[in-house]
Structures are given as structure tokens and as C-alpha cells.
């Protein structure tokens, strides 16, 4: 039996009504999908691993996606209840479901509310109609509003992804698009640069030279800047790099991750970790639904691969995940935990650029050197 005492649930719904250009997430599109194997196939695996974890509480769920707004609610239900029957769940649990803004989406909200989901996450990406035509997004700016009126009458906690630094985007037009956002005052916001994926649709217009009117590194440093500086302005914390949050709204789940917690993740790709004896696992779930279905009838967990994670490999991920908080790495943490300390040459190099800070024992990367978070990483790392 595997000791732990908190549990995070990811569960990865893979289908979505088309592919967006830029997406490289495992989604794809079906005619027909049947809703019930797919409860079914999560249940199964969700016992799987609950045989193998000496109860856990369950202190955060995710639905993840692709478009898990697509899921019928009474399939969340009958899966939210069967966790709530077999297993210790968290009394202030967060359960989260992503939500795509359209119309029929909307109407489910109300019953996903009552099958147990305490917070949505709605993928606007803009504001804009011509923008969300360039993101080849089926929704309009007015589903989008519709989505998040609907949405905040319904869940105390909600959250509005949204993508800038698009094609054609000045810095004023972001600017006014987001104060539009904040005026919203939705509890938490999400905000991603535009990352042109290998791969997709986007990628490929690039290789060629077709993908017009992208932000150059300028223009992307000024958008990400703005961006940090409007939120924190209106009351929303800059509490990871690319997430925003009025006070104590900060997405739990994610949270999770970037402290290297344990987690599960059910579904088709989806990545789990968890701590035993000292030593950290990794596992990766078989990426094709299909077949990700058919291997969790065939009566097995549906992995693909399952790696005890070398010392090396944790303590850069415990690196790469802390240096994305605003609250900073842990030093004494990770002295603690890993036996190591960064070169000081390095630190001290990184604190005359302005890059970093310490703060106590806590290593925190400053605004100048969140945009080049990767640099950092990486002169730290070796
Ligand atoms: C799992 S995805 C999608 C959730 C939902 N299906 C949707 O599209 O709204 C979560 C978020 O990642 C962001 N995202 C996805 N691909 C991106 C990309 N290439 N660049 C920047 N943000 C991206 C979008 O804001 C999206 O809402
Ligand atoms: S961005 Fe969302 S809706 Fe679009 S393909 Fe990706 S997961 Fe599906």
C-alpha cells in the first residue's frame, strides 16, 4: 500500500467539437462518443490506483480537456458520487471542469453545479470576434460574456482564460481587453502568450512563413509586462506566471503541481506523480482514446509508461515548478530534501541583473526575469 495523505485528481477528456490551430493538447474529434464507457473507463481506472493508495484524501479534482463542457452532467455526477461513496474526499475540496463558452455549454452549467463542480474555468481567449476567427474558435465575444454571466450567477469561483500576443494584437488593444476582462472580476484569470506549437495547424503556417503579424520578442516583452502590471493593479496577484487570482482564489489543482504534490491523472495522456518511501513516480496514461478505452475494459490500468524518477530529474522539476510561483523556491527545501545548493557565483550574477531576489529562505524571480524564466532555469540548473 502506498502511504500519502492528500490526493489531486486530473481527469483528461480527449474530444472537442473541432481542433483549434493553435492547440497541441491531446484532443480530438469524433462523431459519436459514448458518454457512459467513458465514466465507466475512468471508474475503472480511478479503482485501480485507489487499490494500490492507502485512502488518500482527495483535496482537489480536475476536469481537463479537450472540452470536458461536452461531458453530460450526469456523467460528472455519477462520477463525482462514486468518489464521494468509495473514497475520503477533502471537506473545502476544489473541483474545477473546464468550460468552452457556447450556447449549449451554458445551459449545462446549473447541473454541473449540482453534480458537485465548485469552480469553472471558461476558455474566452478574446473578447475580439475577428481575433477569435484568426483562433479559429467557434464562439463569439457574445457567448463569451453570455458564458461568464451565466457562469458567475452559478459557481462562486470562476476563472477566464484568455490568450494575447496574437497575430495583429498591439499592445494597446491587449491593454483595453484586459482591463475589459478585469472589469469583469471574475475571482481568477488565466493569461498565456500565444506559443506556436510543433505540430499544429499554427506550426506549420509558420514553418512556412504564412502566420502573419506575430508580436516580435519587443512587443512580447511589453505585452507580458503590461499584463503583470494591469492585473496587479486591479487586485489580481501574479501568483504563477501565467495565472492571476483575487485573494485566496488561486487555482488549488495547479497549485498542487507546481509544489510537486501528488496527483493522479486518469484519462487518455495524462501525466500522474507521487511520493513514496523518498523516491518519486512518474506515470504517463496510453495518449489514444481508443485505445486508452480499450486497455481500461481490458480490466489493467490504462499506462503507458511508469518511471521511478531519478534524483536529478525531481529535484528540476521541484526548480522548474518553484521558480513559476510568485511565493518563490524554497531553498531550505530544497537543501533539505535534494541535499543541494545552487552556485553562488550564479546567484549572485542573477541578483546584479535583477533577475532574482532572496528573501529569507526563499529564492523569487522578479518581473524582469520572469520573461526570461527559461534563461534563468537554466544558468541555475547548471
Ligand atoms: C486545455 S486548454 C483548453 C480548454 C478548452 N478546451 C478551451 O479551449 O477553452 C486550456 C487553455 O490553454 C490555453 N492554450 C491552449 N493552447 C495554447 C497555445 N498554443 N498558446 C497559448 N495558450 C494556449 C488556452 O487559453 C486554453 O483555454
Ligand atoms: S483549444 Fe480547447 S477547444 Fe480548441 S482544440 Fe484545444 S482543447 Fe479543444
Redesign the pocket.
Known amino acids: 500500500m502506498i502511504d500519502v495523505d492528500y490526493i489531486s485528481i486530473y481527469l483528461h477528456w480527449p474530444f472537442?467539437?473541432?481542433?483549434?490551430p493553435?492547440?497541441d493538447?491531446n484532443?480530438h474529434v469524433r462523431k459519436k462518443i459514448v458518454q457512459e464507457d467513458w465514466l465507466q473507463g475512468y471508474l475503472k481506472n480511478i479503482r485501480v490506483w485507489f487499490s494500490v493508495f492507502n485512502n488518500p484524501k482527495v483535496k482537489t479534482i480536475y476536469f481537463g480537456?479537450?472540452?470536458p463542457s461536452l461531458m453530460e452532467p450526469n456523467i460528472v455526477s455519477d462520477l463525482l458520487e462514486d468518489l464521494y461513496k468509495n473514497y475520503s474526499i477533502s471537506k473545502d475540496i476544489e473541483i474545477s471542469l473546464e468550460a468552452?463558452p457556447s450556447s449549449v455549454e451554458i445551459k449545462k452549467f446549473r447541473d454541473y453545479a449540482s453534480a458537485g463542480i465548485n469552480r469553472i474555468s471558461i476558455?474566452v481567449q478574446s473578447f475580439v470576434d475577428k481575433d477569435l476567427k484568426l483562433l479559429g474558435r467557434r464562439h463569439n465575444a457574445n457567448e463569451a460574456l453570455s458564458a461568464i454571466d451565466t457562469g458567475s450567477s452559478i459557481f462562486e469561483n470562476l476563472s477566464i482564460d484568455l490568450i494575447y500576443g496574437r497575430q495583429f494584437q498591439n499592445l494597446l488593444d491587449w491593454e483595453k481587453e484586459l482591463q475589459f476582462a478585469i472589469s469583469l472580476r471574475s475571482q481568477h484569470l488565466s493569461l498565456y502568450q500565444l506559443t506556436v506549437e510543433n505540430n499544429t495547424a499554427f506550426g506549420r503556417l509558420f514553418d512556412k512563413g504564412k502566420l502573419k503579424g506575430l508580436p516580435n520578442d519587443e512587443l512580447s516583452r511589453k505585452l507580458f509586462i503590461t499584463t503583470n502590471d494591469i492585473c496587479y493593479s486591479h487586485g489580481y496577484k501574479p501568483y504563477e506566471i501565467s495565472n492571476f487570482s483575487l485573494d485566496n482564489h488561486e487555482c488549488k489543482h495547479n497549485v498542487n503541481y507546481w509544489k510537486c504534490g501528488n496527483f493522479l491523472g486518469i484519462g487518455p495522456g495524462a501525466h500522474g506523480r507521487y511520493q513514496f518511501n523518498q523516491e518519486r513516480f512518474s506515470y504517463k496514461n496510453i495518449k489514444n482514446p481508443e485505445s486508452w478505452l480499450n486497455k481500461s475494459f481490458s480490466g489493467d490500468s490504462a499506462i503507458n509508461v511508469k518511471t521511478r524518477m531519478s534524483d536529478l530529474d525531481h529535484f528540476e522539476e521541484f526548480v522548474i515548478m518553484g521558480l513559476r510561483l510568485s511565493e518563490g523556491l524554497s531553498l531550505s527545501k530544497m537543501q533539505k530534501n535534494f541535499g543541494r545548493t545552487f552556485d553562488d557565483n550564479t546567484l549572485q550574477q542573477l541578483i546584479r541583473l535583477g533577475f532574482i531576489e532572496i528573501v529569507g529562505t526563499r529564492l523569487k524571480v522578479l518581473q524582469k526575469g520572469k520573461i526570461l524564466l527559461n534563461y534563468i532555469t537554466k544558468e541555475l540548473l547548471t
Request: proline share 0%; glycine share 22%.
Open positions: 472537442c467539437e473541432s481542433k483549434c493553435y492547440c493538447f484532443s480537456g479537450g472540452t468552452n476558455g
